[in-house]
């Protein structure tokens, strides 16, 4: 099984973590790259099953993992007592060249075996950012860093989404 190259984007809410992964993962699929997207749900009691529904009341009765099948998808709900690992939630993602994490703030915070897309809204959000996550590969969102004269690159990844990309690239040879 090949492990995928992983990028995280974080930032706080609204600040573009969805549209920069929509991009990244629009730009790398044209090029060819298999990618795998995460997303975190911070509710805790969130679910993706709907109450009543057959999936529902096969998990209501007991099985653990429930496999919907449609024509065009298919989807995997496990059961679990507790919060998954960072590797449990990547072995989901093998066989793919990339596997871009949404959120999971705490969970990649200083890790330094992932690089991370930061999206900012403020100067204030830059700073803290370079303070709490490492390494950062590039910063995206509706803030231009450019009077900070910092070293990390701005994407704008709605005008220029191929640069996030060739970014990723880069670094995917790196990690």
């Not at 974080?10 to 929509?22: A, L, P």
């Not at 915070?109 to 809204?121: H, L, M, S």
């Not at 490492?134 to 070293?151: D, H």
């Amino acid at each position: 099984m090949k492990k995928p190259a992983v990028i995280a984007v974080v930032g706080s809410k609204s600040s573009g973590k969805t549209t920069t992964i929509e991009a990244l993962t629009r730009e790398l699929t044209k090029r060819g790259y298999k990618v795998a997207a995460v997303k975190h749900i911070p509710e805790p009691n969130f679910t993706m099953d709907t109450a009543g529904k057959d999936t529902w009341r096969f998990a209501k009765s007991g099985a653990k993992t429930i496999i919907s099948v449609a024509s065009n998808e298919i989807a995997t709900i496990e059961k679990t007592e507790g919060n998954f690992t960072l590797n449990e939630i990547l072995k989901k993602c093998e066989n793919h060249d990339f596997a871009l994490i949404e959120g999971f703030r705490n969970l990649v915070g200083e890790n330094k075996a992932i690089p991370k897309i930061v999206t900012v809204k403020s100067a204030e959000e830059v700073l803290e950012a370079q303070k709490i996550f490492s390494p950062i590969i590039a910063f995206t969102g509706p803030y231009m860093p450019k009077s900070l004269q910092i070293k990390i690159p701005y994407v704008d990844v709605i005008k220029n989404p191929e640069k996030i990309a060739d970014i990723a690239e880069a670094v995917a040879k790196d990690f």
